[in-house]
């Protein structure tokens, strides 16, 4: 098999394994005890935010721990809203959101907020001057995420941040993509607000972190104890967290390097796209992107035709986002980038990670030109021959 | 694992969410679609052109007949796996059936026939049952304009 959907989720680090396995077997204390058997627990769980915190530049105390990249979101995102409720209820996010944010936006809706959803270019980069525009005396958040999970399209969150702070309002940014992937220290982007996930840097699934700059005011998603300051009611995951420390930690080290590697690896994989199958076109590839990701649509066939015939050669890519698979709607995002719902509709994602190598690429291309020549014989649609 | 005694455990049928299966017959059409092509003017005797305006998919299907009977049919699909497929066990089944026959293949038979297709993707069926009813209506026009009956 070959694997290249990294953006959905990625292999345990053998490292993260190792790390978590004690507290799998013997120090499966709870935390919260009074005894030394649950301090042992208590004592790994702080060593974790430490080093998470040191992988971000942040203090420890700045870190919370949840089970997953939407919860960290909808903790973010509600959790700001409703600290904030007596503020104002304008949020302000972007059309290219993940369904975490997204759906947390419109539920918020719902519950009586007012949400403005920013436009992007066609490189699927947020309008800074329609920020700019959309902010007002009621904004309490602006959410964007760092970088898209279906295009890789890096956000400019270092001048949304600055943006956002010279109004005074809070910024969010879901950097679920980009942590591990990207050598930059996500405390340092100038955003009060910072979600990652485990299961995407080489971590368990299961556990994430939300960074909360301190004095940001945040209220409580869930009721229940009072984990994680108060913040995050629950008996922590302890083995998932020591894993995404060890994980986050390896992965920060080399993101640089390993960075340097993929894009090299993916802009070579685009390039023999281009010159194996006619009629392809690669979203944001204008813009800055993670190195890891590659959004393209074939003209006259269609994305999950690809995937499943790429799947049947035993290859394993994406349409858009994993959520969304399955649902008879094109990519919000592609469409949000100006892209023909014919066009979105004949997409894919392919994410690489830190087993792909050239011969994997190669053996994708090869495998990619076949099965979209196939889909275009048979397709109704024009797309390009050759 | 699967547990022999458990009879729920390790089946996915009926699980919600986007997991897709698909079975040896719809993997066979999706891979090795039948009657796909184009018919000439000069052949085609009917012509439907179908599009499914919730998920894009669209179906383009052209059939000779020859007396009162589907000699040749031949389509071309824009669309997920489902509509591939089941495009293709629409055609093989109206091959050689009257235009009675034809028209009372329905939407449930061409599910039936592979065997079976996930939920979400039952829709699709219907593309290749509407595009084959446009082409008989096409037929029946044409045979109404026509000065000699054939």
């Known amino acids: ?386 | 694992m699967a547990n022999e005694s458990d009879p729920d455990a390790g089946s996915l049928e009926g699980m919600p969410g986007p997991v897709l299966f698909y079975n040896d017959v719809v993997l066979d059409h999706f891979l090795n679609p039948r009657n796909v092509g184009e018919l000439s003017a000069m052949e085609a005797d009917g012509y439907g052109l179908v599009g499914d305006p919730l998920c894009g998919d669209q179906m383009k299907l052209w059939i000779a007949v020859r007396e009162g009977r589907i000699a040749r049919i031949a389509f071309k699909s824009f669309g997920c796996p489902g509509a591939i497929a089941t495009s293709s066990m629409l055609t093989a089944l109206a091959e050689g059936k009257t235009i009675t026959e034809a028209r009372n293949i329905t939407d449930d038979d061409v599910v039936a026939a592979l065997g079976g297709i996930p939920e979400k993707k039952k829709h699709c069926s219907l593309l290749g049952v509407r595009a084959l009813q446009a082409a008989i209506d096409d037929w029946e026009r044409r045979r109404h304009a026509s000065a000699e009956p054939r």
């Not at chain 1, 004592?43 to 420890?60: F, H, K, M, T």
């Open chain 1, 1 to 386: 098999m070959i694997y290249l959907d990294h953006n959905a989720t990625t292999p345990l680090h053998p490292r993260a394994l190792a790390a978590m396995e004690p507290f799998l077997r013997e120090c499966w204390g709870n935390p919260s005890s009074p005894y030394r058997f649950g301090s042992e627990a208590r004592a790994a769980v702080e060593l974790a935010r430490a080093r998470i915190a040191g992988a971000i530049g942040s203090e420890p105390a700045e870190i919370l721990f949840c089970a997953s990249g939407t919860e960290a979101d909808n903790l973010a995102v509600r959790g700001v809203a409703c600290a904030l409720r007596s503020c104002g209820k304008h949020l302000v996010t972007s059309a290219i959101e993940h369904q975490a944010v997204w759906n947390t936006c419109r539920a918020l809706e719902a519950e009586g907020h007012r949400v403005t959803y920013l436009p992007v270019s066609p490189d699927g980069v947020v309008d800074l001057e329609a920020l700019e525009a959309s902010l007002g005396a009621e904004t309490v958040l602006v959410t964007i995420m760092h970088a898209s999970n279906e295009t890789g399209v890096v956000q400019p969150v270092e001048e949304i941040a600055a943006i956002a702070r010279r109004r005074g309002i809070l910024f969010h940014t879901d950097a679920v993509q980009t942590a591990g992937k990207l050598p930059v220290q996500l405390a340092a982007l100038g955003a009060d607000l910072v979600s990652f996930s485990g299961h995407k840097l080489y971590g368990p699934k299961g556990v994430a972190a939300l960074y909360v700059r301190a004095g940001t005011p945040l209220v409580p998603v869930m009721t229940g104890g009072t984990q994680e300051r108060g913040l995050r009611a629950g008996t922590e995951n302890v083995a998932a967290i020591v894993g995404f420390a060890e994980a986050a930690a390896v992965a920060f080290a080399e993101a640089a390097a390993e960075g340097r590697r993929l894009a090299a690896l993916r802009d070579r994989f685009e390039a023999e796209v281009v010159a194996a199958v006619a009629g392809v076109r690669i979203s944001g590839a204008r813009a800055p992107r993670v190195p890891n990701t590659s959004s393209l649509s074939f003209a006259g066939a269609d994305g999950e035709s690809i995937v499943l015939g790429l799947d049947l050669a035993g290859i394993c890519v994406s349409t858009g986002s994993a959520c969304s698979t399955g649902d008879a709607a094109p990519s919000h995002v592609l469409l949000a980038m100006g892209l023909s719902a014919h066009e979105a509709q004949g997409s894919i994602r392919v994410s690489l990670g830190r087993d792909t190598r050239q011969a994997d690429i190669d053996a994708t291309v090869r495998a990619l030109a076949e099965t979209v020549a196939r889909l275009r014989h048979i397709s109704s649609v024009r797309g390009e021959t050759g």
